[in-house]
């Protein structure tokens, strides 16, 4: 049984940083994707970066355009592990970050990004920023 769970989050003021960590069990990742969805209240569920996990453990990461350069997505494969940098934070940011995994093999590895069904979730972790 594929069980994922978050832990990172709190609240920290405007030019802060965060890391989320994802501790995946039970999940075999090779082929498929990874990736960190937020939603703040009142707003959909948005992905904010993806990761596809290729051949020979070779990573390729993906980045919603409101958080490139300041978010940075990676992964552990030893400690099974994916987490997410979160650095020079807006109270934009603020939102329930949550891990997601896929079991489907994507046709292309930025479909992690746009378009990829994810099949498990973790419960979420709260981050808020203030100003």
């Known amino acids: 049984q594929v069980q994922l769970v978050e832990s990172g989050g709190g609240s920290v003021q405007a030019g802060g940083s965060l890391r989320l960590s994802c501790s995946a069990s039970?999940?075999?990742?090779?082929?498929?994707?990874m990736s960190w969805f937020r939603q703040a209240p009142g707003k959909e569920r948005e992905v904010v970066a993806a990761i596809y996990i290729g051949a020979a453990n070779t990573d390729y990461s993906y980045y919603a355009n409101s958080v490139k350069g300041r978010f940075t997505i990676s992964r552990d494969a030893a400690k099974n592990t994916l987490y997410l940098q979160l650095n020079s934070l807006k109270p934009e940011d603020s939102a329930v970050y949550y891990c997601?995994?896929?079991?489907?093999?994507?046709?292309?590895?930025?479909?992690?990004?746009?378009?990829?069904?994810?099949?498990?979730w973790g419960q979420g972790t709260q981050v808020t920023v203030s100003s």
């Open positions: 039970g999940y075999s990742s090779a082929r498929h994707c």
């Open positions: 997601a995994a896929g079991v489907g093999v994507p046709p292309w590895a930025a479909y992690c990004l746009n378009g990829y069904e994810y099949n498990y």
